[in-house]
């Protein structure tokens, strides 16, 4: 959503940070689709704003512990 701006504002490093959270918790199969989505958006974003999206994937992470 935050890629295409789909009901939020158009976000490419927040869409970074969601599909990079998403491949952790998926399938197999669903994960390498997934990540097919995350290497292009990656394509967009500058080494600065791709640091930023994985800081705030390990913020997400540590706020929300896997049981």
């Known amino acids: 959503?935050?890629?295409?701006?789909?009901?939020?504002?158009?976000?490419?490093?927040e869409a970074y940070k969601w599909f990079k959270l998403a491949t952790t918790y998926v399938d197999a199969e669903q994960r390498e689709q997934i990540a097919e989505g995350r290497?292009?958006?990656?394509?967009?974003?500058?080494?600065?704003?791709?640091?930023?999206?994985?800081?705030?994937?390990r913020e997400w992470?540590?706020?929300?512990?896997?049981d």
């Open 39 to 57: 290497d292009v958006v990656a394509e967009l974003l500058t080494p600065e704003q791709r640091a930023e999206s994985q800081k705030r994937s």
């Open 61 to 66: 992470h540590a706020a929300h512990p896997r």
């Open 1 to 13: 959503m935050y890629g295409t701006g789909r009901g939020v504002a158009q976000d490419a490093v």
